[in-house]
Structure formats: C-alpha cells, structure tokens
C-alpha cells in the first residue's frame, strides 16, 4: 500500500504546477463561443496583428467576424501561427494540426497548428495508457522521452501517450501511439481498457494548457519489453506501484516524471486501491 504521506506529496506538486499564480486570462472567443484562455501578454501581441484578426477587449480576444467559416479561421490562424513561430514564439511547433471545439467530438471551428495550442489556451486532447504487468497489475512501465523533445525533455512519462490530432478518434491514437512509442502491435494495442479522464491545466513556456487525457490500462505480457519507434522515448522503467507513487511524488532532477503522466498514474493507484486510507 501507498503511504499517505506520499500521496499528499503527489497532489500537492500536482497543486503546485497548475497554479496560476498573478497570472490573469481572457476568454479566446471564436465564432461566438469561448474556445481559449490567452494571458495579458499574449493578447497584447495578438492585437499587434489588427482588428481584421482579432479584436482584443479587457475582457476577451476575440476572432474576427469576418472570419465566418472554419476554413477562413483556419488560414487565418495558420499565418498567426507562421508569423509567432518566427518570432520564436513557439519553439514545440509539430507540423500536427489540432481541432479547436468545445467539447471533444463537438463541432470543429477551426484547426491550429498543435504547437500552437497553449498560445491560444485551446482545450486538447490525448490518450493515455498505463502498461501494466503482472497477475494483479502491480507493476508498471515508464519511458523516459528524448532530450531533443521541446516539452519535458527527458522527464520521465506514461508508456503511452499523444495528443489527439484532427481527424483522429481516440482509439486510433491509442494503436498510434503504441507503437510508435513502444512497439506494441494494433491487436495488443485494441485490448486497452478506457478508464476514465483527467483534466490537466497548467502554465507553460508558450501559454496554458488546457488538457483532458482519455486515460487507459493495458495488461501486458510479462515478457514483453518496449521497443521506441520514432525516437521520442530513449529508455524504459519497469517499477512496482509503490516506486511508481514515489516517482510521482518526487520533483526535480532526472527522474521527475512530467505533470500529464503523474495525473495519469495517480488516477491508476486510486482506482486500484494502492493508497492507504482511501
């Protein structure tokens, strides 16, 4: 069982990196509906760009209404996006394009480019999967990611886990990412189980992330052993879920394990009765 000692020490870094602090945020408004949070900061560079673009108030940055389709959004905030990447705006740019909606599944109204997300404060998605091993799914794989990735390079990480791109469900990013990640084939990749979702917003170098992650499990082989396939993973851990809790709890230094993933495992320990007292 997991100490509750250690259990609060989880949720008060989880605590610590979602706070906002003095920070204040706008409602990013598009084709009428709040699809964003951007900060002071950013809103005011995005009114540099004019009125034709964004009209910017005190208390929402607004799309412009002669934006009326999701087409014209989309042209529109790519050339913001090109323009603020070349600024050096947006150093974690991906070449991926994100759906900006209100709910998952709901009506897209625009697409933005992924790196692009947290500038805005759009809601995203991802899909998540804790592999596990063992009889009763005690212990638990982790992937350290690549020193070369622009966010938490090096931390540590789920042994599965992307963003949802447009287009995609959240099935075929599971079967994406699983092997792209770990090697893991679709047949073994479709047994993961959903379980839930956990929300994730945070401060970040290039805005606010606004996240929700699909959370799975996978039961996997004890023999099986990840395989990276596409560089972004550069080592992987097996631990028991008392180590796994532990390194959750712990922050700083080359085994913190990024805020998404510690949601993500904290959520596995709770659902599976690993924390004393709960």
Avoid: C
């Avoid at 997991?2 to 990196?17: K, M, S, T, Y």
């Avoid at 697409?111 to 500038?119: I, S």
């Avoid at 212990?139 to 931390?155: C, E, I, N, Q």
């Avoid at 699983?178 to 945070?202: C, K, M, N």
């Amino acid at each position: 069982m997991i100490e509750p000692a250690i259990l609060a020490a989880i949720r008060a870094r989880l605590d610590r990196a979602q706070a906002v602090g003095d920070l204040r945020y706008r409602p990013f408004v598009v084709a009428g509906v709040p699809a964003g949070l951007i900060d002071d900061a950013r809103a005011d560079r995005l009114a540099g760009f004019g009125p034709n673009l964004f009209i910017v108030q005190a208390d929402a940055v607004m799309l412009a209404d002669r934006l009326a389709d999701e087409s014209s959004r989309s042209s529109a905030l790519r050339d913001v996006a090109l323009a603020l990447r070349a600024e050096g705006a947006l150093p974690a740019w991906r070449d991926e394009i994100y759906a900006v909606a209100t709910e998952f599944g709901a009506p897209t109204l625009a697409r933005l480019e992924r790196g692009a997300a947290r500038y805005f404060g759009i809601r995203t998605w991802a899909a998540h999967v804790n592999g596990v091993v063992g009889r009763d799914a005690a212990h638990m794989w982790f992937a350290r990611r690549s020193p070369a990735k622009a966010v938490d390079p090096g931390l540590l990480d789920n042994l599965v886990g992307g963003g949802i791109a447009a287009n995609l469900s959240v099935e075929q990013t599971v079967i994406k990412e699983a092997w792209e990640e770990a090697g893991i084939d679709a047949a073994l990749a479709r047994r993961a189980r959903p379980t839930g979702i956990v929300h994730v917003t945070r401060p970040m170098f290039d805005g606010l992330q606004r996240e929700t992650v699909f959370v799975h499990d996978l039961s996997l082989p004890e023999a099986f052993v990840p395989h990276n396939q596409d560089g972004e993973a550069v080592e992987h851990r097996l631990v028991g879920l008392a180590d796994a809790a532990r390194l959750v709890a712990y922050e700083g230094g080359p085994d913190e394990v990024t805020i998404d993933a510690s949601a993500v495992v904290l959520d596995y320990l709770l659902r599976h009765r690993s924390v004393s007292n709960v």
